[in-house]
């Protein structure tokens, strides 16, 4: 590559080069004199960076059914951390990943683009985390890692019923998080609004998460509240930080709802805090408003508790139905971060039955007035007829917040994005030009150097990477080409899979990808796995705690609006 601008990830500032890649790596920067017979690409006027790292991704079966990848490749994306928010296909058995493909519908599909022969789990020829990493390890345009899901792991040993785990399911819940560690996933990842892993305390997170501070991992937990119960929802996990010494990932990191307009600085405040206390933390967050999840995901705890099948019965129930109304309406819902629900801010963005297809783009009010019923029976309705599938974006968001928050000298980038839906949330497709673009070039916010650290070496180092994120000689060529005088987010809120503007080559591992816009059709990603790709973080030393019953529940149980899927 020659007369690139080179941006190396690590906050230095950009300067003019050249770059050599040999056998997938960086061989050489500066000013080079390319090998005879060399593919010499002229890169005037395009920063050369490291492939961005997509902390918060949910491709779990994307990575393996479709092998463009749009999504993630033409953003310049070059690896992505999968099994977020508690809930992944891994480890499962054949009942739990029955319970799984139906939950996780909204999210993901239901794979039918797998393969495989017909039945209950055709295409899924994987039971353990090392085998899932097996299967991309098979062909993948992007590299990815693991999170081992606490939910799952909880759905495997104790199911889905809201009660404690006995000290026998305890150990086996370890045990599983321990072996998926060792099989290749670099931490554990906790859903604390979604069933089943909402249902444990904080003394099992501690459990768990000291099984990963053990094995040099990380934690990443969508917490229990981004609404009225958010401060201490964030205090919650920095206390199993402290109590178990895991180094601890802020996913989605956000202050959403009236509530929170404008105290961004409060959680910050917290997370430097535990820092000077000598805890690692990090975290994430997109770069916009509206958070996206399930219409599902909104109900209250109790209601979703034994899966699927048992939230389709009360909602079929009229005394149940009343009082998930009443939970929604009146009293706050965790499953809506303690807040009321303002159902103008829900607007359906996909749903599972084709059927149903003319109300995606609609608000849940203004779907309401068309019908000429009650915004309640509305939702609730919809739920029955889309059997949970339908996703949502909510417009809870508040633009301070999320500029305070991506200043952090900790923050990282991280998409969140679903790829599933006739119209899922843009930033699925934008978030990392939207970076570039709109908060470097248009609002000068971060500048390019500070921005390209966020996307790159920062998210590299959460991940323990020991030869990406930053480009220097020896590195693995992990490289995006982008014009800073264009590049851009493609996809709208309107039209939310428009590829990104101005990202003209990626590469992974030497190989492009993109080239001239244009996805190549090679596959070089493979799974990046703990001990053989990352070194393992430090443990915190831990905070001497006697093994007492604590509070359940120390925060209401909500679910992030611009959170895991949110």
């Keep these: 590559m020659r007369g690139a601008l080179l941006v190396d990830g690590t906050g230095a500032p950009a300067r003019r080069g050249d770059a050599l890649v040999v056998d997938g790596r960086i061989a050489e920067l500066g000013d080079v004199d390319a090998p005879a017979g060399a593919r010499v690409l002229d890169a005037g006027g395009l920063v050369l960076a490291p492939g961005f790292v997509d902390l918060h991704a949910h491709s779990d079966l994307a990575v393996l059914s479709d092998p463009e990848h749009l999504a993630r490749t033409t953003q310049g994306v070059t690896t992505e951390v999968l099994g977020q928010d508690g809930l992944s296909y891994a480890p499962v058995d054949d009942a739990s990943l029955a319970v799984l493909r139906e939950q996780l519908a909204g999210w993901n599909g239901t794979g039918e683009g797998l393969g495989g022969a017909a039945g209950a789990g055709a295409g899924f020829d994987w039971r353990g985390v090392g085998e899932y990493l097996d299967r991309i390890d098979a062909g993948a345009a992007v590299n990815a890692c693991y999170l081992v899901p606490q939910g799952t792991v909880r759905m495997l040993v104790v199911g889905t019923e809201d009660r404690p785990a006995s000290p026998a399911e305890l150990d086996a819940m370890r045990a599983l998080v321990r072996t998926g560690l060792a099989e290749g996933a670099v931490g554990m990842s906790s859903g604390l609004t979604y069933v089943p892993g909402m249902f444990a305390g904080t003394d099992e997170l501690v459990a768990l998460a000291e099984v990963v501070a053990e094995a040099g991992g990380f934690y990443a937990p969508h917490q229990r509240s981004y609404g009225r119960a958010a401060l201490q929802a964030y205090a919650e996990v920095i206390e199993v930080a402290r109590r178990s010494g895991v180094a601890l990932h802020l996913t989605h ?9 404008g105290r961004a600085g409060e959680l910050l405040d917290a997370v430097d805090a535990g820092i000077a206390g000598g805890l690692d933390i990090t975290l994430d967050s997109y770069p916009y408003l509206p958070g996206s999840t399930t219409l599902a995901a909104l109900l209250p705890s109790w209601a979703s508790a034994g899966g699927p099948a048992r939230t389709l019965e009360r909602l079929a129930d009229p005394a149940a139905r009343q009082r998930i109304r009443t939970a929604l309406e009146v009293e706050g819902s965790d499953g809506c971060h303690g807040v009321p629900v303002e159902w103008s801010t829900l ?19 203004d779907l309401a007035h068309r019908r ?42 991280g998409s969140d994005g679903l790829l599933t839906g006739a119209r899922p949330h843009p930033r699925a497709w934008g978030t990392f030009p939207r970076y570039l673009g709109h908060y470097v070039r248009e609002t000068g916010v971060l500048s390019l150097e500070e921005c390209v650290a966020h996307l790159t070496s920062r998210p590299a180092a959460v991940l323990g990477l020991r030869d990406r994120g930053v480009l220097r000689a020896g590195a693995v060529a992990d490289l995006v080409l982008f014009d800073p005088a264009t590049v851009a987010a493609g996809a709208t809120f309107e039209d939310p899979r428009r590829p990104a503007v101005g990202v003209p080559h990626v590469l992974v591992a030497g190989v492009p990808v993109v080239t001239d816009s244009r996805r190549t059709g090679d596959l070089p ?42």
């Design 253 to 261: 990191a956000t202050m959403n709802f009236a509530e929170n307009a």
């Design 347 to 365: 607007q359906v963005s996909g749903v599972r039955h084709d059927e149903l297809a003319d109300v995606v783009g609609l608000r849940l009010d």
């Design 372 to 413: 000429g019923a009650a915004p309640f029976d509305v939702f609730a309705d919809l739920l029955t007829a889309d059997r949970l599938g339908t996703t949502v974006l909510q417009h809870v968001g508040h633009e301070e917040n999320v500029r305070a928050i991506m200043r952090h000298r900790r923050h990282c980038g």
């Design 525 to 566: 990603g493979r799974s990046l796995r703990s001990g053989r790709d990352t070194a393992p973080r430090r443990p915190a030393p831990r905070r001497p705690a006697p093994r007492r019953p604590a509070p359940r529940r120390p925060a209401p149980r909500q679910h992030p609006t611009p959170g895991g899927p949110s």
